[in-house]
């Protein structure tokens, strides 16, 4: 199974900017949907933006017009390029992919997940 490393978070003020890779230790060419997901402290895992193998990219309304995702099969690495980061950003931040075909952009607990990187965003 391909294992998938984040990397980039960090502590940044309200209004800046971070960009989180997502490096996979094998092809990403098959992964139908690639996405990131975030944690928040005391909250459930939700879902922040998502890549389609055919280039489409789907995302959450808070985030929109803020962050913009994109994958580079020939790197092997997905990027989460965040702007204007706001307190409510601050959580640990996966990354995640899938191979089948179907579903959104939807990614299953069983499917292959990182395993986190923390963002900081302070007021």
């Known amino acids: 199974q391909v294992q998938l490393v984040e990397s980039g978070g960090g502590l940044v003020q309200a209004g800046e900017s971070l960009t989180l890779s997502c490096v996979a230790s094998?092809?990403?060419?098959?992964?139908?949907?690639m996405a990131w997901y975030r944690q928040a402290p005391g909250k459930q895992r939700k879902f922040v933006a998502g890549t389609a193998r055919n280039g489409n990219t789907h995302y959450e309304n808070s985030v929109k017009g803020r962050f913009t995702i994109s994958r580079d099969n020939a790197k092997n690495t997905m990027y989460l390029q965040m702007n204007s980061l706001k307190p409510e950003d601050t959580a640990v931040y996966y990354c995640a992919a899938r191979l089948w075909i179907g579903g959104g952009y939807e990614v299953k607990e069983t499917d292959s997940w990182g395993q986190g990187t923390q963002v900081t965003v302070s007021s």
């Open positions: 094998g092809s990403i060419y098959s992964f139908h949907v």
